[in-house]
């Protein structure tokens, strides 16, 4: 397997514009989850998905913020308008279920400038 | 939920010397589990403790739960520069089947 995949691996956006993140799952993982790392912050849990479900979205920062997951393959992350204090990385992590160890993906680094 | 906390917040080491990190809460964790991350890297699952007063042990690394199951450790012996990274623990911090709430970690330096 090939892990989680996220997509892309870099992103530098103006103000104001709009910004999608991806994530390929694991195959068979019924849980996958977005998290945010600063340095100020640490990793800060966005939303979590179940069998492709939001379960939890309560760390999502702001309306400006969403996710979907479509499908057990795929979910994005959208950020609409971005702001510069959304500059971080980007996780994506999937699981059996959410308590099981996670498999995290190589992260996208958002600037906004 | 409260997140646990992470001492020390850094620490560095001579290469060869042991290194320990804790992590602490206020209330009963239902399990732990315990994280790596390499510089410019991303987290990497190292090991989940369940019961109460579990060692469990990796080559040099040993991870221990507490009896009260309110405090973890992780224990590395004779650290190598390969150790380099931010170790963190995490816990459902709401409990059961929840999603996991990261502490800040120790990042951890290795002097050759």
């Known amino acids: 397997d090939a892990g989680v995949i996220q997509s892309p691996r870099h992103e530098v956006t103006e103000m104001g514009q709009e910004v999608t993140l991806r994530c390929k799952p694991i195959?068979?993982?019924?849980?996958l989850f977005w998290y945010r790392q600063t340095m100020m912050r640490g990793l800060e849990l966005l939303i979590y998905f179940n069998n492709n479900v939001p379960i939890d979205d309560s760390g999502m920062p702001e309306d400006r913020f969403s996710a979907k997951m479509p499908n057990a393959s795929f979910s994005t992350l959208k950020i609409q308008p971005s702001e510069p204090r959304d500059s971080a990385v980007y996780f994506c992590a999937s699981s059996l279920s959410a308590n099981y160890g996670y498999t995290f993906g190589s992260g996208t680094r958002l600037t906004v400038v | 939920g409260q997140q646990v906390m992470q001492i020390p917040q850094y620490q560095h080491v001579q290469e060869g010397e042991d290194f320990t990190t804790y992590c602490n809460s206020s209330?009963?964790?239902?399990?732990i589990q315990w994280y790596k991350q390499r510089p410019g890297g991303h987290p990497v699952f190292l090991i989940q403790?369940?019961?109460?007063?579990e060692v469990k042990k990796q080559k040099r690394l040993t991870f221990q739960f507490g009896e009260a199951k309110k405090n973890s450790s992780l224990h590395i012996t004779a650290t190598q520069t390969t150790d380099v990274g931010t170790y963190f623990c995490?816990?459902?911090?709401?409990?059961?089947?929840?999603?996991?709430?990261f502490g800040k970690g120790t990042r951890l330096s290795v002097i050759a």
């Open positions: 995490a816990d459902p911090v709401r409990g059961g089947n929840t999603p996991l709430v």
């Open positions: 195959s068979g993982h019924n849980s």
């Open positions: 209330t009963t964790l239902s399990n």
């Open positions: 403790l369940v019961k109460s007063g």
